[in-house]
């Protein structure tokens, strides 16, 4: 069937599989109380919004052919920064004064995706290497601005970015939905989506072509670098402090496990931004779902990886041949009569 030849199909079968198990072992699946969703389904959109932001942001980097090692660190810093500045306002509740905090440290997270970019499309770095750089040197950053210790805020705009419901309907889920929607406007309704793919599938070429492979791949950074600072802050807001340590520790591997379970090419050149949120919201709730069917805690990993590979070979072309070829019907031999 031509259905199941769609490299979405599998992601989206076994993400319903799962919501239909979550359904029987959770005790309130989907719930209204003061005007507000509750449940495990709620639980999971708004807990796959800051992978879904990251994963975002990765697609463009990989689409383009590199990858972006450091999102994790520079959610670290996203949420340090904030935090450290909310902590010093005179009053942590005044709107105005902590929007401008957010928006201050979604420009830093710019900022050091800017760098990546320079470093990658400039410098001429390969793109592990750069942004391995500030994976590794980000992390003890968000530690000096945090003096490693955790920074608590009382900030009631600023934990609404993460706790929040707006239409009845989490504020975190309704960020990542309006920057998927954004990206999608501006990648699939403007040309910049196929100038993505021809720097992706040669950058040599597009230069020749008259496109500007460098200013685009530096973008695509910068785009990673907000976006992974704006999923800090989302989580920085959840806990309304700042672990320099543990947030966004090792979220590039949910972020580019993601962005392939959604059907973007690690080559670059072709991408996928509906596949991306596809397989950010399949990630959280395969995580959500190792909890509620009772896996054992060390085991979960393991229980995760499986599952994992399970899908990425439905989604291998050559594997489906291999196993479910041989159990298609082959068209009789007629015998001829001689004359």
Avoid at 81 to 97: T, Y
Avoid at 180 to 206: F, H
Wanted: aromatic residues 6%; proline residues 3%; charged residues 10%.
């Amino acid at each position: 069937m031509t259905i199941l030849k769609n490299r979405l199909f599998w992601p989206i079968a076994i993400l319903v599989a799962m919501l239909i198990v979550n359904v029987f072992t959770s005790h309130q699946f989907l719930t209204i109380h003061d005007g507000h969703l509750f449940g495990t389904l709620i639980d999971i959109i708004r807990g796959s919004a800051p992978l879904m932001l990251v994963a975002l942001g990765m697609t463009l980097v990989i689409s383009t052919g590199g990858i972006d090692l450091s999102v994790g660190s520079v959610m670290a810093i996203s949420g340090a920064v904030a935090c450290l500045l909310i902590k010093d306002l005179s009053d942590q509740n005044a709107i105005g004064a902590v929007l401008l905090i957010v928006l201050v440290a979604i420009a830093v997270s710019a900022l050091l995706g800017l760098w990546n970019g320079a470093l990658v499309a400039v410098v001429g770095i390969q793109p592990i290497i750069a942004t391995l750089i500030l994976m590794v040197a980000g992390r003890g950053l968000a530690q000096l601005i945090t003096d490693g210790q955790i920074i608590n805020v009382q900030s009631s705009p600023y934990a609404t970015i993460a706790t929040g419901f707006f239409l009845t309907l989490p504020v975190a889920f309704l960020i990542a939905m309006a920057a998927v929607a954004l990206t999608t406007v501006l990648t699939r309704r403007t040309a910049l989506g196929l100038l993505l793919e021809s720097v992706g599938g040669s950058p040599s070429a597009s230069r020749l072509a008259g496109i500007r492979a460098r200013r685009i791949t530096v973008m695509v950074y910068i785009v990673s670098g907000a976006f992974a600072g704006l999923a800090g802050l989302i989580v920085s807001a959840d806990i309304k402090s700042a672990d320099s340590i543990h947030a966004g520790n090792l979220i590039e591997l949910d972020a580019i496990l993601a962005v392939v379970i959604g059907g973007t090419a690690l080559i670059g050149g072709r991408f996928s931004i509906i596949g991306t949120v596809i397989g950010a919201i399949l990630i959280q709730t395969l995580t959500v779902t190792v909890v509620g069917i009772g896996v054992p805690a060390k085991a979960t990993l393991l229980f995760k990886a499986v599952i994992v590979v399970a899908l990425c070979l439905s989604q291998s072309p050559v594997f489906r041949e291999k196993v479910f070829g041989r159990f298609k019907s082959r068209p009789a031999v007629r015998a001829e009569v001689p004359a």
